[in-house]
């Protein structure tokens, strides 16, 4: 009988990460679910893709980043991209550990900063048989403005913090849709849905904060995950790219697709944006896709 259940497993740092296990009802593949930027396992319709990778027979760990939800880590909501991947890299040991996982067909998945980190994962870790990346974020676009204020605000944070004082804190989006930091969430449309996704969330995920460090934007302007992706040479890796992306641009996605080396698909989501590409009327497909890749991959028939 297929089970969910919480989980808990050591990071090399000691941290202890916890999440849902969506165990299939039977022995084979696993795969690692990695989400977005300052976003838990309950966001973004992945609980929805973790149970349809269960019923195809696959066991999937979804699990909330170091410092959200019920992750521990200090400060709470601070962002490290860096510290993330190696995290995914530890998820993979523990899902290896399992009886009901073979260990030799475990990949990973991840969407919009979790598609990324995934990504840099997979380059270096070769445990991870195939990659899903769902509108990677390879970086971000932001208000140079309004960027620069942050960033002088980073820096009297921590001149703050090495005084005693707690980090501070600033929404992700306000009830508008707009990030305090300038990241640019795009055209209207991306910013309705950005506004829309923050308040139903505050009610959905009840670890979710609406807020991050703002040490966490220096975080992001030392992100730049792409160059690591060229080390993907072997491992067959997806791209999903929302045909309405406003937050990572559907064109930056695809020239990052392009330069990849290795055995590699490409699927341009329909009618979809950047945080409703598992949630909307199209979402049945993307999903069907994902599983047809898994298991391409798993019976050696991939082709690109």
């Not at 040991?93 to 996982?101: E, F, G, K, M, R």
């Not at 990504?119 to 990346?133: E, N, Q, T």
């Not at 969330?201 to 934007?217: E, R």
Request: with cysteine; net charge negative; hydrophobic share 40%.
């Amino acid at each position: 009988m297929a089970t969910e259940k919480k989980v808990e497993f050591l990071t090399i740092d000691g941290l202890m990460l916890r999440g849902i296990l969506f165990e299939a009802q039977q022995k084979g593949g696993g795969v690692v679910l990695s989400t977005g930027f300052n976003c838990v396992k309950e966001m973004l319709g992945q609980t929805q893709l973790a149970r349809a990778f269960q019923d195809a027979g696959i066991t999937a760990l979804l699990y909330d980043p170091r410092t959200t939800g019920e992750s521990d880590g200090q400060p709470r909501n601070h962002i490290q991209p860096y510290k993330q991947v190696e995290d995914i890299s530890d998820a993979i040991t523990y899902l290896a550990s399992l009886p009901i996982v073979d260990p030799n067909f475990i990949g990973v998945w991840g969407m919009s900063l979790g598609g990324a980190t995934t990504l840099c994962a997979a380059s270096f870790d070769r445990r991870a048989k195939f990659v899903i990346a769902i509108c990677p974020a390879a970086g971000y676009q932001f208000s140079e403005e309004r960027l620069l204020k942050v960033l002088e605000k980073c820096f009297q944070d921590r001149e703050s913090q090495i005084n005693g004082n707690e980090p501070f804190m600033i929404p992700l989006v306000n009830t508008d849709g707009i990030n305090p930091a300038g990241c640019s969430f795009g055209n209207e449309m991306e910013v309705g849905k950005a506004a829309r996704f923050a308040q139903a969330h505050l009610d959905l995920a009840l670890g979710w904060p609406n807020k991050t460090t703002i040490q966490s934007y220096h975080q992001l302007m030392m992100w730049t995950p792409w160059p690591t992706w060229k080390h993907l040479d072997q491992t067959p890796t997806m791209f999903i790219v929302p045909e309405f992306d406003r937050v990572c641009p559907v064109e930056s996605q695809k020239r990052h697709f392009e330069q990849l080396k290795c055995p590699k698909r490409l699927i341009l989501a329909p009618d979809s944006g950047h945080f409703d590409v598992l949630t909307n009327t199209r979402s049945a497909e993307i999903i069907e896709e994902q599983i047809r890749f898994i298991m391409d991959v798993f019976h050696e028939k991939f082709k690109e």
